[in-house]
């Protein structure tokens, strides 16, 4: 078995061996290091996508998680309230329910990734990156200034969303949810990569001009591309607005963004399990220095310095490429 195929079974199960150790000693904030781990982890998995795949910088899929995680904080407060999600033209209920849920996060975001992806699309390199940023702070600013959903003081949740009739405020079962989930959407990534259209994506990323030769618009594929990997990032988004209770509007800013792109990089750009490497990663240095140290995230810098220089394949690829050559 190669050695990158034995690392990411290693990071599959050591997060949930985590979760169930600290279950059994009783100590809930490590289930929360867990669960953001898996929720960033997915975050990531879906910027990958477009990133690792096809190349796409993208330096607004922040858009996409706030989008989700408003759509989460939105429902939640209607439902416990009792007031229709929308009033006019016609009443509509809403749901806690974080199936129907996800399913609306996604599709709200897909719809905004389209607008986006088919303008930002038409240009390459750091003219689609302040693109997409530009969106983003299009709709971080939009959300400020909302103030029936708590504008920049962001919305607080009374409840968290349930899952067929799970109790979510058990921090075992919103882990294996944020888990189960993960691992569902890595699959699909895995499945999508070895597929024809994964195939396309990657093509185009290395010579699009040679892939249209052949009949195949780059141009659609790296679109549906885009559009794919903001509805993960925003299912994403949905999970991380339960685990914290809270929305606000800081999870549409362009920091998010780029702490996306770093956990990529810290990872693998690419990699199937890169974006869960970096997660865990991030989480921990955070962990670790977040609370002596006021600003860790130079650290973080020069380590992200050193990653980029000496090691391109990020964590995975570092630690794979020294077995094979050891």
């Known amino acids: 078995m190669k050695t990158e195929t034995l690392l990411n079974l290693f990071l599959a199960l050591v997060l949930p061996l985590v979760a169930m150790v600290a279950y059994w000693i009783g100590e809930p904030f490590y289930f929360n290091l867990t669960t953001r781990i898996a929720v960033l982890a997915l975050a990531?998995?879906?910027?990958?996508?477009?990133?690792?795949?096809?190349?796409?910088?993208?330096?607004?899929?922040?858009a996409f998680f706030g989008?989700?995680?408003?759509?989460?904080?939105?429902?939640a407060t209607h439902a416990m309230s009792g007031t229709p999600f929308i009033e006019w033209p016609f009443a509509i209920g809403a749901t806690n329910q974080m199936l129907v849920i996800w399913v609306v996060a996604m599709l709200v975001a897909g719809l905004a990734a389209l607008v986006i992806g088919a303008i930002s699309l038409r240009t390459s390199?750091?003219?689609?990156?302040?693109?997409?940023l530009a969106f983003a702070q299009m709709v971080y600013y939009f959300a400020i200034s909302w103030p029936a959903y708590g504008g920049e003081d962001g919305l607080s949740m009374p409840v968290r969303n349930t899952f067929f009739g799970l109790n979510t405020f058990d921090p075992l079962n919103l882990f294996l949810i944020a888990y189960l989930v993960l691992m569902a959407v890595i699959y699909g990534?895995?499945?999508?990569t070895n597929s024809r259209f994964g195939a396309a994506l990657q093509g185009a990323r290395q010579n699009e001009v040679r892939l249209a030769s052949i009949g195949i618009k780059p141009f659609q594929i790296r679109l549906t591309a885009f559009v794919?990997?903001?509805?993960?990032?925003?299912?994403?988004?949905?999970?991380?607005?339960?685990?914290?209770?809270?929305?606000?509007?800081?999870?549409l800013s362009w920091h998010m963004s780029g702490e996306l792109i770093v956990l990529i990089v810290l990872g693998g750009t690419?990699?199937?399990?890169?974006?869960?490497?970096?997660?865990?990663?991030?989480?921990?240095?955070?962990?670790?220095?977040?609370?002596?140290v006021?600003?860790?995230?130079?650290?973080l810098g020069l380590i992200l310095l050193g990653v980029v220089m000496f090691a391109r394949g990020g964590l995975i690829g570092l630690i794979a490429g020294r077995a094979r050559h050891g």
């Open 270 to 292: 690419g990699r199937l399990f890169g974006p869960l490497a970096g997660a865990v990663l991030y989480v921990l240095f955070e962990f670790a220095l977040g609370s002596t």
């Open 228 to 251: 794919l990997s903001a509805m993960i990032t925003a299912l994403a988004g949905a999970l991380f607005a339960d685990l914290n209770r809270f929305v606000s509007p800081t999870m």
């Open 294 to 299: 006021e600003h860790w995230q130079f650290f």
């Open 44 to 62: 990531a998995t879906g910027l990958n996508l477009a990133l690792g795949l096809g190349g796409l910088v993208s330096f607004g899929h922040a």
């Open 67 to 75: 989008i989700g995680g408003y759509v989460a904080g939105i429902f």
């Open 125 to 132: 390199g750091v003219y689609f990156i302040m693109i997409t």
């Open 189 to 192: 990534f895995w499945r999508l």
